[in-house]
């Protein structure tokens, strides 16, 4: 069904079974959850895959039920699940989802110590498929699992980049699985061979200890890490990007929020869209565009395409569309 010689792009990464509660219904009364699925990097080879992006996705998998949804579900939006390790051992992580409505925040619960995913290695994956794509994406959150996932990451970076290839890198950072400094640390390894960078603001003041301002930030990293693409997402006000030199911006749209999980995700996806074309304005303006109507769908996926984008690029933010 998939084509090595077709895929494009390739994410690594785990992906978990989520759980979530109704909107009004806290955790611990829920009566029923709803069961998705949800992982940064699948989350984006799902988008990509929806924007026409040939996209496969490897992780480790235990051979049971939990697994085999996740495959499944990967699949179904067209993702190339092939290269999936399968195991005996071990478990699908989980997480909670409890959302949240304004003052109170939504709460995600993880458990996915001892995960399957966590254990994954270099040597377990099939480099040649790897390699036979155009571009790999990749995050912090898989090198905060475990010391084996973290050199496996900086391993494939450096393995893309001696093969011409090009490489994305979210910073992603999560308080719950290590701290700023050692994030830092484990992200200095690898971005030497990071083409395109993407980083919230908030992870930038973070990890990087960077205070100065969005523009400032984004030349710093670049003049550090020597990244030719750096993005720098900034919630509701919008993102900017440094791009070879050059500095550009978009603003936000106006939201009302459904799920605000995943929506980093989709930005990811959409400014590796543009990097594929070789365009920051394409990468910027969809980034922010996924992100937006993202907020808008329940899950963790991006049940979006070209034309939901170009839709709101075309209303601009308009409230019906006639």
């Not at 077709?6 to 989520?18: C, D, N, Q, S």
């Not at 939990?66 to 999936?84: K, N, T």
């Not at 040597?123 to 084996?148: P, Q």
């Amino acid at each position: 069904m998939y084509e090595r010689s077709r895929i494009e792009v390739v994410t690594l990464g785990e992906t978990m079974i989520r759980f979530s509660s109704k909107v009004g219904i806290r955790l611990e009364k829920a009566q029923q959850v709803d069961v998705e699925i949800g992982g940064t990097e699948s989350n984006v080879a799902v988008a990509l895959a929806r924007l026409g992006v040939a996209s496969g996705w490897i992780s480790k998998l235990v051979d049971n039920p939990w697994g085999f949804r996740i495959a499944g579900e990967l699949r179904r939006h067209g993702v190339d699940p092939s290269r999936i390790i399968w195991t005996q051992d071990g478990r699908v992580g989980t997480m909670f989802f409890e959302p949240g409505a304004k003052p109170r925040p939504a709460e995600v619960i993880y458990d996915r110590a001892n995960s399957a995913a966590s254990t994954m290695g270099f040597d377990e994956l099939d480099l040649d498929y790897i390699l036979a794509a155009r571009h790999v994406h990749l995050t912090g959150i898989t090198m905060a699992l475990s010391g084996s996932c973290r050199e496996m990451v900086k391993k494939v970076a450096a393995e893309m980049r001696r093969a011409g290839k090009t490489v994305s890198f979210d910073v992603n950072y999560r308080q719950k699985l290590w701290m700023p400094e050692e994030a830092k640390m484990a992200v200095d390894e690898v971005l030497s061979d990071v083409n395109l960078l993407i980083s919230t603001l908030d992870d930038v003041r973070k990890v990087f200890g960077l205070t100065v301002n969005p523009e400032e930030a984004c030349r710093k990293l670049h003049e550090t890490y020597g990244c030719p693409w750096v993005i720098i997402t900034m919630g509701g006000a919008g993102a900017i990007g440094f791009f070879d030199g050059e500095i550009k911006q978009v603003g936000g749209y106006e939201v009302e929020p459904v799920d605000r999980v995943g929506a980093g995700d989709a930005f990811a996806a959409g400014a590796i869209y543009g990097f594929l074309q070789d365009s920051p304005d394409i990468s910027l303006k969809y980034g922010i565009a996924l992100a937006a109507l993202k907020h808008t769908i329940f899950g963790d996926q991006s049940y979006l395409g070209i034309r939901d984008i170009e839709r709101l690029l075309a209303a601009g933010g308009s409230d019906i569309q006639r």
